[in-house]
T-cell receptor, first 115, second 107 residues
Framework: GAGVSQSPSNKVTEKGKDVELRCDPI?????LYWYRQSLGQGLEFLIY????????KSGLPSDRFSAERTGGSVSTLTIQRTQQEDSAVYLC?????????????FGPGTRLTVT | AQRVTQPEKLLSVFKGAPVELKCNYS??????LFWYVQYSRQRLQLLLR??SRESIKGFTADLNKGETSFHLKKPFAQEEDSAMYYC?????????FGTGTRLLVSP
């Protein structure tokens, strides 16, 4: 079956512009996660959604970052007034549940470059 | 605070040699630990989890609570094992990753 998909695969934007990154989770997965993968920094948790519960936004690095999940499925990560330090690969993952027994399935990522 | 430390950025070995990728963690509760792997041009994927006590692709990892470690081991490395390996911890319902170790297996 189809895995997690993300779009665009690559995004180049100018400093100060806003960007939107999209994630389509695996159908039926109630939990959705966003991570940022920077060179030498590993994977940094940003935000997760679980069903209809309020999202855990504790990993968002600044108020320029926001995310929403519509209808419990597709999610959009928005970065406003992008800065060069926002350049990274943004990964989305989904799982059947938020519990630790459930494996997270990752998308291919969106490589964001801020010039 | 929960933290995962992978002290080696790069580990280079020859085919057939033993491999140990180090992972240490810091967590006040009872941790759930995982190893994820990312092969070249592929997605990040789960390799193994400590609660399953499984061996995947010849890799094993034992949780040592006394040393707070979860090192990944394989007795005989293969070229196809070359990849980026991430140790991860589930703590307080979040997956916390280490910075990763790139394993390079040369012929």
């Amino acid at each position: 079956g189809a895995g997690v998909s993300q779009s665009p695969s690559n995004k180049v934007t100018e400093k100060g512009k806003d960007v939107e990154l999209r994630c389509d989770p695996i159908s039926g997965h109630t939990a959705l996660y966003w991570y940022r993968q920077s060179l030498g920094q590993g994977l940094e948790f940003l935000i997760y959604f679980q069903g209809n519960s309020a999202p855990d936004k504790s990993g968002l690095p600044s108020d320029r970052f926001s995310a929403e999940r519509t209808g419990g499925s597709v999610s959009t990560l928005t970065i406003q007034r992008t800065q060069q330090e926002d350049s990274a690969v943004y990964l989305c993952a989904s799982s059947l549940s938020r519990g630790p027994a459930y494996e997270q399935y990752f998308g291919p990522g969106t490589r964001l470059t801020v010039t | 605070a929960q933290r995962v430390t992978q002290p080696e950025k790069l580990l280079s070995v020859f085919k057939g040699a033993p491999v140990e990728l180090k992972c240490n963690y810091s967590y006040s509760g009872s941790p759930e630990l995982f190893w994820y792997v990312q092969y070249s041009r592929q997605r990040l994927q789960l390799l193994l989890r400590h609660i399953s006590r499984e061996s995947i692709k010849g890799f094993t990892a034992d949780l040592n609570k006394g040393e707070t470690s979860f090192h990944l081991k394989k007795p005989f490395a293969q070229e196809e094992d070359s990849a980026m390996y991430y140790c991860a911890l589930i703590g307080f319902q979040k997956l916390v990753f280490g910075t990763g170790t790139r394993l390079l297996v040369s012929p």
